[in-house]
């Protein structure tokens, strides 16, 4: 069975779906930016039981998508993903989202149809609390880089100083020559800085979240999608 192929565990939720297919766009994120694309996609794509079942795979680090039959494997980089959401025009089971292919710095839309809607509002806010603890990590982080790059600053000047009050105490000093002296320093502060990745993530420089404040407090009021984001039927295989 599929659902034996990709074991399920509490860390990494994985949802059951059809991938419906891609197509390139050229807005990240916003209300109504997956509407065109996902028309596109949607009038090109095959009948519903023909379309490729895959498992998607959801953590901190993106989303994994994985089709059983023919091994492939595709990650989707938390970094890259600037959307995601549930369809309400074509279809309520659908899910969509945008990213940009890092090799060729192209946006993609990209959909998925599930079992139901709740389960394509649980993939939604998975993937979006998913970026959440990305986004505070990598807030946590930047905050340390930032600490440890002043604490090598304030310790570069502490020794800058100590080395100026020495050459100011030898400079007082008489030679035996009778000449006293004011030597030049040299001075390195070897303050080694840790250069932080710049993401071309507009959701990563303004701390947003990938989805609107008033779906999230509709679908995380529904039972069934809170079922399934705690893993009472996410895995279940039903496509």
Not at 153 to 173: L, V
Request: glycine fraction near 6%.
């Amino acid at each position: 069975m599929f659902k034996k192929k990709v074991p399920i565990t509490e860390e990494d939720p994985v949802f059951f779906v059809r991938y419906i297919g891609n197509t390139e766009t050229f807005v990240p994120s916003g209300k109504g930016c997956t509407d065109a694309p996902l028309q596109k996609i949607w009038d090109s794509s095959t009948e519903e039981r023909n379309m490729s079942r895959v498992a998607l795979r959801i953590n901190k680090t993106g989303m994994l998508m994985v089709n059983p039959e023919t091994k492939q494997e595709f990650m989707f980089g938390i970094e890259q993903l600037s959307y995601c959401a549930p369809d309400r025009a074509i279809n309520d089971r659908i899910v969509c989202w945008v990213y940009k292919l890092p090799e060729k710095q192209k946006l993609y839309c990209h959909a998925a149809i599930c079992s139901s809607k709740e389960k394509a509002q649980a993939v939604a806010l998975v993937l979006s609390r998913a970026f959440q603890v990305a986004f505070k990590e990598w807030k946590t982080n930047s905050a340390k880089v930032q600490r440890q790059r002043s604490l090598s600053q304030d310790e570069a000047k502490t020794k800058k100083s100590i080395s100026k009050g020495e050459k100011r105490a030898e400079s007082r000093i008489s030679v035996d020559s009778g000449v006293s002296y004011d030597g030049d320093m040299a001075t390195n502060n070897g303050v080694s800085t840790i250069s932080l990745p710049v993401t071309q993530n507009p959701l990563f420089n303004d701390g947003n979240e990938l989805l609107d404040a008033s779906f999230r407090a509709r679908a995380e009021g529904n039972p069934a999608v809170q079922a399934l984001m705690n893993g009472d039927g996410s895995g279940n295989g039903n496509i």
